[in-house]
């Protein structure tokens, strides 16, 4: 692998999910995809519902084309080299066809590899598409979003699934920062090899943090503040289906702390069906008129939170030009430089809490130690 195949190109990663099928989160990444390609953006759509992949016919592209599949088999060592052009100028898609042993559900390090080539890929907006469940797999693509999108429709089952969606994804935030820690590194190691995947869970971690750490356990709190997904309602109705959603959001910052930003709704469009091989036709139809409307209010919302997440982001980093976005490796060694510093920096605080925190905050990290004069080439763009 180059380098250049690891570190982060992507300007802005967007994944959609939802735990529940076939609640509309294929055509709205399309539709997403299709209209920030309108506006001129260079945008990947990558078809990451593996085993049940449908963007491509979504898109109406039925011939054989490169695959996934010949990414994940090996016989392709770029997503650049598998990805098609669609019949929407500036939209490229990264196909999920042709089902091959091992696709649905791909081993530790072929996952880690896409991963790692997903967030190197050169374009102004990645869009991912999930499959549905709250299989690790699907959970982890989500993680690779800078805030990720929730989809779910105004029914009691499918918005349970949507929480479960978001508590999974939440613990393995957590998971990927508690792991680093001396005591619970080796407990949530043997748990992953032993357990169910049911029995490894939220509250699982959360307890043990509790129990064994507590003085880290202001860190979960900052990470559930720090995962901030959007949540899109599709066939919204009536005053029913508000209730619904804000019992959702009510769940969701009091159990887990989690702040969800309700960006909008689709309308229900029966006449959809019509366009089932060619979406992206529909949003240019009459029938499609609504849903395209919506969807343009949406991307214009994100566009305006975005530009206040990097506003506070530049402001923060413009005097000295220090980083925030660092390879696994780096954050590694970042690490291993606190084990080095004198206790003297970390008087009044915790040197393991600051440790675990360069995993989902490294910025803060950089702040602090640069505010108690510790110098380190690593910190500079
Ligand atoms: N806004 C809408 N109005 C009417 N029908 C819709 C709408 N959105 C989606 N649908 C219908 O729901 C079906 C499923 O949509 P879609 O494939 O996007 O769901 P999904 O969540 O990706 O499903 P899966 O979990 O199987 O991947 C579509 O075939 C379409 O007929
Ligand atoms: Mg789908």
Redesign the pocket.
């Known amino acids: 692998m180059k380098k250049s195949d690891t570190v982060r190109h992507a300007k802005r990663i967007i994944a959609?999910g939802?735990g529940?099928?076939?609640?509309?989160?294929?055509?709205?990444?399309?539709a997403l995809s299709v209209g920030l390609a309108r506006r001129g953006q260079n945008v990947v759509i990558a078809d990451l519902?593996l085993g049940?992949a449908?963007l491509h016919t979504?898109m109406g592209i039925f011939q054989k084309t490169p695959s996934l599949a010949d990414f994940i088999l090996s016989k392709k060592s770029s997503l650049d080299s598998i990805m098609v052009d669609t019949s929407v100028k500036n939209l490229r898609l990264i196909s999920g066809s042709q089902f091959v042993p091992g696709m649905a559900n791909p081993a530790h390090w072929t996952k880690i590899k896409l991963m790692r080539h997903l967030q190197a890929i050169e374009a102004d907006t990645l869009i991912i598409?999930?499959?549905?469940g709250v299989h690790f797999n699907t959970l982890d693509f989500f993680g690779l979003s800078d805030r990720g999108i929730i989809?779910t429709m105004p029914e009691p089952g499918a918005v349970m699934n949507a929480y479960s969606f978001l508590k999974g994804a939440l613990f393995r935030k957590l998971q990927n920062v508690f792991k680093r820690h001396p005591k619970i590194g080796p407990l949530i190691d043997e748990k992953s090899k032993r357990a169910n995947e049911g029995d490894f869970t939220f509250e699982w971690l959360c307890k043990q943090v509790q129990d064994i750490a507590p003085e880290t356990a202001p860190l979960i709190h900052e990470v559930s503040e720090n995962f901030r997904p959007y949540l899109i309602i599709?066939?919204m109705s009536d005053s029913h289906s508000s209730v619904l959603v804000r019992n959702l959001l009510h769940l969701c910052k009091n159990k887990l702390g989690i702040e969800i930003e309700h960006i909008g709704d689709?309308?229900?469009?029966?006449?959809?069906?019509n366009y089932?091989l060619r979406i992206p036709d529909f949003l240019s139809a009459p029938s499609g008129k609504s849903?395209a409307a919506a969807i343009e209010d949406i991307l214009n919302r994100m566009d305006k939170i975005q530009f206040a997440d990097n506003s506070t982001t530049s402001v923060r980093i413009s005097s000295q030009n220090l980083r925030h976005d660092f390879t696994d490796e780096e954050l590694e060694e970042f690490a291993k430089l606190l084990d080095s510093l004198n206790e003297k920096v970390f008087e009044g605080t915790n040197r393991q809490v600051w440790k675990l925190r360069i995993f989902f905050k490294p910025l803060d990290v950089i702040r602090f130690l640069v505010k108690h004069g510790v110098e380190h080439p690593i910190f500079y763009a």
């Open positions: 959609v939802g529940k099928g076939g609640v509309g989160k294929s055509i709205l990444s399309i519902d049940a449908n979504y598409d999930l499959g549905a989809v599709n066939k689709l309308p229900d469009v029966p006449e959809i069906v089932l849903y």
